[in-house]
């Protein structure tokens, strides 16, 4: 990503809204030197970051990467998929939750996806050490799973990243890869998969 590009559309577009850095970076959730350094082009930020600053400046992510140049050309081809809270799955998959043209987006190209794919920011060490706090998960709730699929699942209003295993008539059960987190059991547990997750995002530098 580039850098210098970034910043000057995130003071661009802060500015348009008549937000100081101070408050920018108080109302997304970043660091206040961070933000003057993003804005410089002297720092970077991971996706998650972009996400929130979009969202408090109301744009999506694919606006602050935006370089005024052949948008269309270089977006061909592209998906660009909303990232949701996690509090906000079972609406979500339920296609309760109205889907805002100013949503934050991850640009993924060529993914072969329905059109109800959405994506999630990992926040626990649940499923480490494959997957780790800030991943970016891509869930398609149209996608079954198999055995070994790596899935979002609701008990109730709470959600879960987990390992799917089939248990046949006895339901499913939900693996956590952290072996600190309890592995959770249909039978016992009103489980229900919601979506399968079908790609992943990290970055190696945040």
Same mark, same amino acid.
């Given at each position: 990503?580039?850098?210098?590009?970034?910043?000057?559309?995130?003071?661009?577009?802060?500015?348009?809204?008549?937000?100081?850095?101070?408050?920018?970076?108080?109302?997304?959730?970043?660091?206040?030197?961070? $933000?003057?350094?993003?804005?410089?082009? @002297?720092?970077? /930020? &991971?996706? *998650? =970051?972009? #996400?929130? +600053?979009?969202?408090?400046?109301?744009?999506?992510?694919?606006?602050?990467?935006?370089?005024?140049?052949?948008?269309?050309?270089?977006?061909?081809?592209?998906?660009?998929?909303?990232?949701?809270?996690?509090?906000?799955?079972?609406?979500?998959?339920?296609?309760?939750?109205?889907?805002?043209?100013? $949503?934050?987006?991850?640009?993924?190209? @060529?993914?072969? /996806? &329905?059109? *109800? =794919?959405? #994506?999630? +920011?990992?926040?626990?060490?649940?499923?480490?050490?494959?997957?780790?706090?800030?991943?970016?998960?891509?869930?398609?709730?149209?996608?079954?799973?198999?055995?070994?699929?790596?899935?979002?699942?609701?008990?109730?209003?709470?959600?879960?990243?987990?390992?799917?295993?089939?248990?046949?008539?006895?339901?499913?059960?939900?693996?956590?890869? @952290?072996?600190?987190?309890?592995?959770?059991?249909?039978?016992?547990?009103?489980?229900?998969?919601?979506?399968?997750?079908?790609?992943?995002?990290?970055?190696?530098?945040?």
């Amino acid at each position: 990503m580039n850098k210098a590009l970034i910043g000057e559309n995130v003071r661009r577009l802060r500015e348009k809204r008549g937000l100081s850095v101070n408050e920018l970076a108080r109302r997304a959730g970043v660091d206040r030197g961070n $933000m003057s350094k993003l804005e410089t082009g @002297n720092a970077g /930020a &991971s996706l *998650e =970051t972009l #996400a929130r +600053i979009a969202s408090t400046l109301k744009v999506s992510l694919a606006t602050l990467l935006d370089d005024g140049g052949n948008v269309q050309e270089v977006t061909d081809g592209l998906r660009r998929i909303p990232i949701i809270p996690w509090s906000q799955i079972a609406a979500f998959s339920e296609k309760k939750h109205p889907r805002g043209s100013t $949503m934050p987006v991850v640009v993924l190209h @060529n993914i072969s /996806a &329905s059109a *109800e =794919t959405y #994506a999630l +920011i990992l926040e626990d060490d649940s499923m480490e050490p494959n997957f780790h706090a800030g991943d970016i998960l891509i869930v398609d709730p149209e996608r079954k799973p198999r055995p070994g699929s790596y899935v979002i699942a609701c008990v109730g209003p709470q959600a879960f990243f987990r390992q799917y295993r089939d248990l046949g008539e006895k339901g499913c059960e939900l693996l956590p890869l @952290n072996q600190l987190y309890p592995i959770l059991r249909s039978g016992r547990l009103p489980i229900k998969v919601v979506g399968t997750v079908i790609s992943y995002r990290r970055d190696l530098e945040k």
